[in-house]
């Protein structure tokens, strides 16, 4: 039986984005940068993953996981993701040691999800989460989602939020250490938001950072992390390129598009191979060019991205903080892409200098 879509449809409205990004930013970001002493180096990648798995986990897996279980939780996802190579997608079960330390911690996550599951269903109190949701939600016949289908939505979508933020924030701050334009626009647009808002964040000043908002989609779109999507043909049509020539596609076929490839059409985005923000302000809209879907790094059409307005807020919350307090400056080269990964991300090690300061 087809899944419901409908079960993911409510978790991201404004209200439901607003909700969840509000909290992140003093409870979370500020503590976790706190830990930062006045000036050092450190490794760009790794804290933004081990943060996008915090804000990630307050928002989707719940105050039990939140308040109790992080450390536990946080570490069987790194053996989850390690177990999910390029191999894993022809041979899934092949026996190799990174398949079993997946294998394993798929059924300890089980079990933790399971007995929270059992707890709150037992209980008259409901969490304004999406561990929430999905108990609660139902299926087209009137089923409801068992304990195994609730765990297997919350590890995807986890695993959507954690790897596609923390990738994309990282080739964020590579960028903007790199180009000081590009940085010196953003600390701008920071400056003249505290002098409106002070220092107060909440969604509608996240919404009004529209100089961040396109560095972040410039990144993307020079990285999408998922350089492949897929869609299956529910009815025979043909395709006429810009070359005039026609591609029958046959009811059934699965057709497919690449974002890396796509995100650099030079018809549709001039220098394509630059990085230049700019490219999607008012009077370019480069994105806009050859129609809806000339801008496909969150996909497209029925199924695009039910999360795409919840990541940019929070790698908006986490860049708004680290530009206002923090200089920044990027001492190792500037990263490779890293192609062997399943999800495409960053290779190496991005070591940062940094320096605290308030910005003026």
Same mark, same amino acid.
């Given at each position: 039986?087809?899944?419901? @879509?409908?079960?993911?449809?409510?978790?991201?409205?404004?209200?439901?984005?607003?909700?969840?990004?509000?909290?992140?930013?003093?409870?979370?970001?500020?503590?976790?940068?706190?830990?930062?002493?006045?000036r050092?180096?450190?490794?760009?990648?790794?804290?933004l993953?081990?943060?996008?798995?915090?804000?990630?986990?307050?928002?989707?897996?719940?105050?039990?996981?939140r308040?109790?279980?992080?450390?536990?939780?946080?570490?069987?996802?790194?053996?989850?993701?390690?177990?999910?190579?390029?191999?894993?997608?022809?041979?899934p079960?092949?026996?190799l040691?990174?398949h079993?330390?997946?294998?394993r911690?798929?059924?300890?996550l089980?079990?933790?999800?399971?007995?929270?599951?059992?707890?709150?269903?037992?209980s008259?109190?409901?969490e304004?989460?999406?561990?929430q949701?999905f108990?609660?939600?139902?299926?087209?016949?009137?089923?409801?989602?068992?304990?195994?289908?609730?765990?297997?939505?919350?590890?995807?979508?986890?695993?959507a939020?954690?790897?596609t933020?923390?990738?994309?924030?990282?080739?964020?701050?590579?960028?903007?250490?790199?180009?000081?334009?590009?940085?010196s626009?953003?600390?701008?647009?920071?400056r003249?938001?505290?002098?409106?808002?002070?220092?107060?964040?909440?969604?509608?000043?996240?919404?009004?950072?529209?100089?961040l908002?396109?560095c972040?989609?410039?990144?993307?779109?020079?990285?999408?992390?998922l350089?492949?999507?897929?869609?299956?043909?529910?009815?025979?049509?043909?395709?006429?390129?810009?070359?005039?020539k026609?591609?029958?596609?046959?009811?059934?076929?699965? @057709?497919?598009?690449?974002?890396?490839?796509?995100?650099r059409?030079?018809?549709?985005?001039?220098?394509?191979?630059?990085?230049d923000?700019?490219?999607?302000?008012?009077?370019?809209?480069?994105?806009?060019?050859?129609?809806?879907?000339?801008?496909?790094?969150?996909?497209?059409?029925?199924?695009?991205?039910l999360?795409e307005?919840?990541?940019?807020?929070?790698?908006?919350?986490?860049?708004?903080?680290?530009?206002?307090?923090?200089?920044?400056?990027?001492?190792?080269?500037?990263?490779?892409?890293?192609?062997?990964?399943? @999800?495409?991300?960053?290779?190496?090690?991005?070591?940062?200098?940094?320096?605290?300061?308030?910005?003026?």
């Amino acid at each position: 039986m087809r899944p419901n @879509v409908n079960i993911l449809k409510p978790l991201f409205p404004r209200e439901a984005a607003a909700s969840c990004i509000l909290p992140i930013r003093p409870a979370k970001i500020r503590d976790f940068f706190s830990k930062w002493g006045e000036r050092g180096e450190v490794d760009l990648k790794d804290e933004l993953e081990r943060l996008i798995i915090l804000t990630a986990s307050r928002c989707l897996l719940g105050r039990e996981v939140r308040d109790q279980l992080f450390d536990d939780v946080s570490a069987l996802f790194h053996d989850l993701d390690n177990g999910m190579l390029p191999i894993s997608v022809l041979f899934p079960y092949l026996p190799l040691p990174a398949h079993r330390r997946r294998d394993r911690a798929r059924q300890k996550l089980s079990e933790i999800f399971s007995k929270i599951i059992g707890s709150r269903k037992r209980s008259d109190k409901a969490e304004n989460d999406m561990l929430q949701c999905f108990i609660e939600s139902k299926y087209k016949d009137g089923r409801q989602t068992t304990e195994s289908e609730v765990t297997g939505l919350l590890i995807a979508a986890l695993f959507a939020g954690q790897h596609t933020s923390s990738i994309t924030s990282t080739w964020t701050g590579a960028y903007l250490m790199k180009y000081k334009e590009h940085f010196s626009a953003a600390l701008d647009e920071q400056r003249k938001l505290m002098e409106k808002h002070g220092d107060k964040i909440d969604h509608d000043i996240l919404s009004e950072m529209d100089v961040l908002y396109r560095c972040i989609k410039e990144a993307l779109r020079l990285h999408p992390p998922l350089i492949m999507l897929m869609r299956a043909s529910h009815c025979d049509f043909n395709v006429t390129t810009r070359d005039g020539k026609t591609y029958d596609i046959p009811k059934g076929h699965i @057709v497919a598009t690449s974002p890396a490839f796509a995100n650099r059409l030079p018809h549709i985005f001039k220098n394509p191979d630059s990085y230049d923000p700019d490219r999607f302000s008012v009077g370019r809209e480069e994105d806009k060019a050859a129609g809806a879907f000339s801008y496909i790094s969150f996909g497209g059409g029925r199924h695009g991205c039910l999360g795409e307005p919840f990541a940019y807020l929070q790698i908006k919350a986490i860049w708004s903080h680290l530009l206002r307090n923090f200089e920044l400056e990027l001492v190792s080269p500037f990263p490779e892409i890293d192609w062997n990964a399943m @999800v495409v991300g960053v290779k190496g090690n991005v070591m940062v200098r940094y320096k605290r300061r308030q910005l003026s």
